[in-house]
């Protein structure tokens, strides 16, 4: 089934829809998650958490491109499983505590996380494709340097050269762009 | 900024850039494969390497030098009065073939065993040598000797630049191109027992009375 008909079950609020996302997308979710957390049932934890998600937020969004709007949602629950995970290993203090309460009146991240989001989206346009496929494959889908180099022919040296000199260009743009690291 | 702050922002990366990465997934560079290919290639050259070796390594070496024993009393050279040079070729430990050549008007050399096919060696000659090398065809413009065995014999000729042959001339000082030519002897169903498969790396030249 094409996107577009998936997307409309859940505007008609049809429960096909999550059938038809998971079979459409379930391995490839489950891979951005497991990239991240590294755990079968933790990755598929997550994109079910994903399919919760997806049915609360269409609508009113209507994705353009379905498969990469659940992607994001996975990868970001996946990074919120992965915090809570290294939370709970580093068995936080009463700082630690402090600064998250601290935290909570800090000015709105996700504000700022989707500006820079915007910056690098940008800065990515201005490389080369190549590059920017790599940069996205790594930075985005977390995928190893192997799989990388698999993926676009390429050795893991060149792959660690490529993902170096990006970062170090995406460095003086986000300097320029006056977004400090 | 965190690394983590920037890990996020990453989610929000633009639609088409997130699609864009996985949107083709056959590699963009076949540099993998050229690079197996050299590997594979490298692979066989040392196999190659090591045969053409092993097959070089089970001929005998020689070297090829300038004996000007005026007679050397050996059986094997037939004791001949007449002979005032020879070549001999060697292997690492041991004589194998000696080339004598006979101060004769017409000089034919004799080999003392059978067994090389081919050698090509220069022969750079000084003035004092070529006192004494009275075999070699010279003249004016001799640029070439030329041995061609017969049977168990080899003739000595040199070819000067015009095309003429001569035998039995003082030799002049320069470099001379030896050349041993077995196709005749072949033909005629002489076949070496041995071959000489590089050339000589050592040529050595003796004055007449080195012994003496």
Known sequence: ?181 | MSKETLSRAMSYLDDDIVAEAHSDTKPVHTGAKTVKTLKILRRVGLVAACLCFAVLASFPIYTLFLDTNKSSGDGELGGDEDLQYAISIYNVDQEVQRLRIAKEENPAVTWTREGVSCVVAELTVNDAQAEQLTFFMSGKTATGLSVILMEKSVHVTTVDEEGNTSEGLPVKAGTYRLTFDYSEAMAEGFLPDGVIELLPFGMYMLPADAEQ
């Open chain 1, 1 to 181: 089934m094409e996107d577009s008909a998936i997307v409309d079950l859940y505007f008609a609020r049809d429960e096909a829809a999550i059938a038809e996302s998971a079979a459409r997308y379930q391995r490839y979710l489950e891979q951005i998650s497991y990239n991240i957390l590294s755990d079968r049932q933790d990755a598929e934890e997550c994109v079910n958490d994903t399919w919760l998600r997806a049915w609360s937020c269409i609508p009113p969004h209507r994705p353009e491109n379905l498969g990469t709007f659940l992607g994001k949602i996975t990868r970001n629950l996946a990074l919120d499983r992965y915090k809570a995970k290294t939370a709970e290993k580093r068995r936080p203090g009463e700082y630690a505590m402090s600064l998250d309460e601290l935290a909570e009146i800090l000015p709105d991240t996700q504000a700022e996380e989707q500006h820079l989001g915007e910056v690098i989206s940008a800065f990515l346009r201005e490389q080369p494709e190549i590059h920017r496929k790599v940069f996205v494959c790594r930075y985005f889908y977390s995928e190893s340097i192997t799989d990388i180099g698999k993926r676009f022919g390429y050795s893991e040296a060149k792959i660690k050269s490529m993902l170096f000199r990006t970062r170090k260009r995406l460095k003086t743009y986000l300097e320029e762009e006056g977004i400090g690291l």
